[in-house]
T-cell receptor, first 114, second 117 residues
Framework: EPEVTQTPSHQVTQMGQEVILRCVPISNHLYFYWYRQILGQKVEFLVSFYNNEISEKSEIFDDQFSVERPDGSNFTLKIRSTKLEDSAMYFC????????????FGPGTRLLVL | AQTVTQSQPEMSVQEAETVTLSCTYDTSESNYYLFWYKQPPSRQMILVIRQEAYKQQNATENRFSVNFQKAAKSFSLKISDSQLGDTAMYFCAFMKLRGGSQGNLIFGKGTKLSVKP
């Protein structure tokens, strides 16, 4: 069965450094998402992406964040200058359509900012 | 704004018994989708079951069923004949179908379910 994959599984970085989290969505899916979960808190929506542009973004997704689909398979989340409060689990998801379609999640990347 | 509340941070159940996980939500929308996702210790979040708000019939998927009470804004998950493999974090999620934030999932904080042998 097709799966969403994410790399790396864990990332440790120093405050102020740039990180890129990578995701490979399911191949025939068209909508892509990033969510994050700070330890002990809810899973929160960050951004949705379709047709090579951002469809929607939350208040969390400020100028320090960007997303890109650099080729036909990868979907990346970049944090330009990490802060301590960016430490979280980051989940990528994809769906075939946008509304009401099941979103398939990757296993997540645990980001720790020191 | 929509909110999802799971009031049980942790629950446990004996193998083969039945357990019900609670979820309530708040919305002014009349049409929406509700989901239960399961996240086992291996971390991949997978869909357990979903319910369309316009459907009166409760969704079922093998041993998993929901009790959807639209007026009460309640969406509980019942797991029958619990198995050790059901041990996981369970997230309730809401999806708006129109307007801003459509298609994005709004999650509760999760319920950690332990199935004991």
């Amino acid at each position: 069965e097709p799966e969403v994959t994410q790399t790396p599984s864990h990332q440790v970085t120093q405050m102020g450094q740039e990180v890129i989290l990578r995701c490979v969505p399911i191949s025939n899916h068209l909508y892509f998402y990033w969510y994050r979960q700070i330890l002990g808190q809810k899973v929160e929506f960050l951004v949705s992406f379709y047709n090579n542009e951002i469809s929607e973004k939350s208040e969390i997704f400020d100028d320090q964040f960007s997303v890109e689909r650099p080729d036909g398979s990868n979907f990346t989340l970049k944090i330009r200058s990490t802060k301590l409060e960016d430490s979280a689990m980051y989940f990528c998801a994809s769906s075939a359509t946008r509304v009401a379609e099941t979103q398939y999640f990757g296993p997540g990347t645990r980001l720790l900012v020191l | 704004a929509q909110t999802v509340t799971q009031s049980q941070p942790e629950m446990s159940v004996q193998e083969a018994e039945t357990v019900t996980l609670s979820c309530t939500y708040d919305t002014s929308e009349s049409n929406y989708y509700l989901f239960w996702y399961k996240q086992p210790p291996s971390r991949q979040m997978i869909l357990v079951i979903r319910q369309e708000a316009y459907k009166q019939q409760n969704a079922t998927e093998n041993r998993f069923s929901v009790n959807f009470q639209k007026a009460a804004k309640s969406f509980s998950l019942k797991i029958s004949d619990s198995q050790l493999g059901d041990t996981a974090m369970y997230f309730c999620a809401f999806m708006k179908l129109r307007g801003g934030s459509q298609g994005n999932l709004i999650f509760g904080k999760g319920t950690k379910l332990s199935v004991k042998p």
